[in-house]
């Protein structure tokens, strides 16, 4: 099975910035599409970003874009967010996915079709 592994989360003042990282191991390939979601209390899970294996079609969420920006690196198995100009309503517990199979097309903006999740690693943003 493959293990998805988060970090970089913390404690931040609006209009400040993060970077999360995601570790893969285990049985994740190079082909898989990644996604970033978040789910804050009380609200449903939500996608927030994904990018395809090669790196050449990404996808975000309205309420991010232009502020976060995704990006991989094969070669470390690694994922990552960064994220810029910080709101309060940016505050949720941020999860690693992986999405097996989708080569084609728009990513997946829908949790139920991701394979694999980490953690969680939590995000809290001060007014």
């Known amino acids: 099975q493959a293990q998805l592994v988060e970090s970089g989360g913390g404690l931040v003042q609006a209009g400040g910035s993060l970077r999360l990282s995601c570790a893969a191991s285990?049985?994740?390939?190079?082909?898989?599409?990644m996604g970033w979601f978040r789910q804050a209390p009380g609200k449903e899970r939500e996608f927030v970003a994904a990018?395809?294996?090669?790196?050449?079609?990404?996808g975000y969420a309205d309420s991010v874009k232009g502020r976060f920006t995704i990006s991989r690196d094969n070669s470390k198995k690694s994922v990552y967010l960064q994220m810029n100009s910080l709101k309060p309503e940016d505050t949720a517990v941020y999860y690693c996915?992986?999405?097996?199979?989708?080569?084609?097309?728009?990513?997946?903006?829908?949790?139920?079709?991701?394979?694999?999740w980490g953690q969680g690693t939590q995000v809290t943003v001060s007014s």
């Open positions: 285990g049985r994740t390939i190079s082909t898989d599409t």
């Open positions: 996915a992986a999405d097996r199979g989708n080569f084609f097309g728009s990513v997946h903006r829908t949790s139920a079709d991701y394979d694999y």
């Open positions: 990018i395809r294996w090669n790196g050449s079609n990404t």
